[in-house]
């Protein structure tokens, strides 16, 4: 029970679990998954321009991030997947990394998209949370997130 006799619902729950998550974040990114990261860090070295791009609460978790790369001196844009999928794909090119960020993997824009700039060259770096995902198996390089699942809807 939450404070009071009020139920924890599966939403609280999910809240009440993010410091764990974040744990179990951590010690897989600075642990199994670190060569990832590694690999990551090579292809944004080798590139000329960063797309960082998702849909939905994946987008706007990749906003800090797309900042945090700008200020260490890349050249960043942050794109909403759909916009770079139907009216922005002439910004990607072969001297382009795309971050592509989605929870599940299975965003439809964002597999859509890695269909359209595999023809590009541009190099791809995934950002998902289920290791058998279209967007892990089809980018050159895939951070798995290694968070928990959540109940209800996406908190972690």
Do not use: W
């Not at 600075?30 to 060569?35: I, L, P, S």
């Not at 070295?45 to 001196?73: P, Q």
Request: aromatic share 6%.
């Amino acid at each position: 029970m939450a404070q009071g006799s009020e139920p924890v619902t599966p939403l609280l729950q999910n809240i009440l679990n993010q410091p764990e998550a974040l744990g179990s974040v951590a010690r897989y990114q600075f642990g199994e998954g670190r060569g990832a990261l590694e690999r990551a860090a090579e292809l944004l070295n080798e590139g000329k321009r960063v797309i960082v791009t998702g849909m939905g609460a994946s987008y706007h978790a990749s906003l800090g991030f797309a900042y945090a790369l700008s200020s260490s001196g890349l050249h960043v844009q942050c794109v909403e997947a759909s916009e770079l999928l139907y009216f922005l794909g002439s910004e990607v090119d072969a001297e382009t990394v795309l971050i592509l960020v989605s929870r599940s993997g299975e965003s439809v824009e964002i597999t859509k998209l890695l269909t359209k700039v595999h023809a590009t060259g541009a190099a791809t770096i995934g950002i998902s949370n289920v290791a058998g995902s279209t967007l892990a198996k089809k980018t050159d390089c895939c951070i798995l997130m290694a968070s928990p699942a959540d109940e209800f809807v996406a908190i972690q």
